[in-house]
């Protein structure tokens, strides 16, 4: 009896797969976070997210962002000089009056449209959760075909920080934040965000 794939065989061959139908993949990925109530963004580069990002903000009558790390703080200065923006690592307080919280994330999954993040300082990871909007940014590279595959990704993301002796805090996100503990009627945006965007963009991912 040959013995099972091993997690970097397998997670080579949902790569794989997923370049070789990379146009139907974010297809897609895009469908079914559409029906979870993300609202999916394409972009030509990561300058160029970045502008779509602070345009969004923008137009929706924002004036505070916060990003999830220095450099995307930074990259978002450069976007829109004009529009306050801060770290929420080193200005935890911005977290409270940004109106928008960005982060990258580091896989989408076409099944469940979700996609999956990965932030480690404790007051970064409310970028996602406090401002009443989240905008994620996902290199379009970076979809994967089925759960199985995710659950790949998120699994080989977490052992190869262990082995660094890093920490690993990964979230999945599957649209806005949702509940139906009041009365069973469906409610937008009590534990969390209350709008999920999704900015594709072509090249790599964070720098």
């Known amino acids: 009896m040959s013995a099972a794939p091993s997690l ?4 080579e061959e949902a790569w794989r797969r997923a370049a070789g139908a990379a146009p139907a993949l974010r297809a897609r990925f895009a469908a ?45 200065g450069r976007a829109a000089p004009g529009l306050s923006n801060a770290d929420a690592e080193r200005d935890p307080a911005s ?5 928008w919280g960005i982060s990258w994330a580091i896989c989408g999954v076409a099944e469940t449209g979700s996609v999956i993040v990965h932030i ?3 007051d970064a990871r409310l970028t996602t959760m406090l401002p009443g909007v989240h905008a994620a940014l996902l290199p379009e590279t970076a979809i994967v075909e089925s759960l199985e595959d995710g659950l790949l990704v998120t699994r080989d993301r977490i052992l190869r920080l ?28 009590v534990h969390g965000p209350r709008e999920l965007h999704i900015v594709l963009f072509a090249g790599e991912g964070p720098p």
């Open 8 to 11: 970097p065989d397998r997670l």
């Open 95 to 99: 977290l409270l009056t940004a109106e």
């Open 120 to 122: 480690d300082p404790p």
């Open 162 to 189: 262990q082995r660094a002796g890093r920490p690993s805090y990964l979230s999945w996100v599957t649209g806005p934040s949702r509940t139906a503990d009041i009365e069973r009627v469906l409610t937008i945006g």
């Open 32 to 76: 079914a976070a559409g029906k979870v109530g993300t609202v999916v963004h394409e972009a030509g580069s990561r300058d160029a997210a970045l502008r779509l990002v602070t345009q969004l903000a923008e137009g929706r009558g924002a004036r505070r962002l916060v990003a999830a790390d220095a450099k995307l703080a930074e990259g978002l």
